[in-house]
């Protein structure tokens, strides 16, 4: 049985009516295409920097660690190329269902599944998983439960799928996010690859979201910055549509 799939049959999805120019349209707004919330998940440079050469410039371990608490017993879209940057031996992304977007109709990854576009994506989370995707040969034990969406959480915090990169899909689906968890890492660095830009009259920033150290005591990766074990500075800050 499949994790995911459950999940989101529990909170009623409807796959149904999502186009690719969804977005573009006048009357759209993206809890009609997406009611479980859909989460964008970056770390970036200060300057918005977040690829380079199809890696990722820098080593946080504690954004790692933030990134598969968040992401783990939910599926993940990415792009094709985010996909290829895997180390072969880390993908498909274990306990989660791995759905990659490409414009190439005959692309096959080993455990994952193939999306012709963002909001195809989309539409694919309120289905079955296929078979033989990662999350169903994951053991329960590996997903924690405790995080997962409460049947009538708030789609807006709590996202049912995150979107993981890289640049070309962040900006195809942040039309679609209600949520944004960027890492602001303190590094200035050559790149190829940019974060989209967060528009402060459409995002807003919330407290006590992300991986819960220091919440509430005015230091620590949720309310300020801290110092990785690699030296560099970074915090995580989580934003919502106003
Ligand atoms: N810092 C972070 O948090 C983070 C996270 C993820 C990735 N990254 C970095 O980001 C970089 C990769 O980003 P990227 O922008 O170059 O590539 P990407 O977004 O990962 O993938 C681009 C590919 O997605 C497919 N695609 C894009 N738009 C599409 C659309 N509208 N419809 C269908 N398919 C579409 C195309 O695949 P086809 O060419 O196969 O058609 C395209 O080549 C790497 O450096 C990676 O390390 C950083």
């Known amino acids: 049985m499949g994790i995911e799939p459950d999940g989101f049959a529990a909170q009623g999805v409807e796959a149904k009516g999502i186009e690719a120019n969804d977005a573009e349209r006048d009357d ?18 200060l300057d918005g920097v977040i690829g380079v050469a199809n890696t990722i410039p820098w080593r946080l371990p504690e954004d790692m660690a933030h990134f598969k608490a968040t992401t783990l017993g939910r599926p993940v879209i990415m792009g094709r190329k985010t996909w290829d940057s895997l180390p072969v031996r880390f993908r498909p992304l274990p306990g989660r269902r791995n759905i990659v977007v490409t414009r190439d109709p005959h692309w096959v990854g080993d455990g994952a ?13 309120a289905e079955p998983a296929t078979a033989g995707t990662p999350a169903a040969e994951t053991p329960a034990a590996e997903v924690p439960t405790a995080e997962a969406p409460a049947a009538d959480a708030p789609a807006a915090t709590v996202p049912g799928v995150w979107v993981m ?8 689906a942040l039309p679609y996010a209600t949520t944004v968890s960027v890492t602001e890492v303190d590094v200035t660095v050559d790149g190829d690859t940019y974060a989209p830009p967060l528009d402060a009259a459409t995002w807003t920033v919330t407290e006590g979201q992300g991986e819960g150290k220091g919440r509430g005591e005015g230091e620590g990766p949720d309310t300020g910055w801290a110092t990785s074990t690699t030296g560099l500075r970074y915090r995580i800050r989580t934003f919502v549509r106003r």
């Open 165 to 172: 990169g890289g640049g070309e899909i962040y900006r195809a």
């Open 28 to 45: 759209f707004r993206p809890e009609d295409v997406a009611p479980v919330g859909v989460g964008l998940i970056w770390a970036q440079a």
């Open 113 to 125: 599944e193939r999306a012709g576009s963002v909001p195809e994506a989309l539409a694919l989370v």
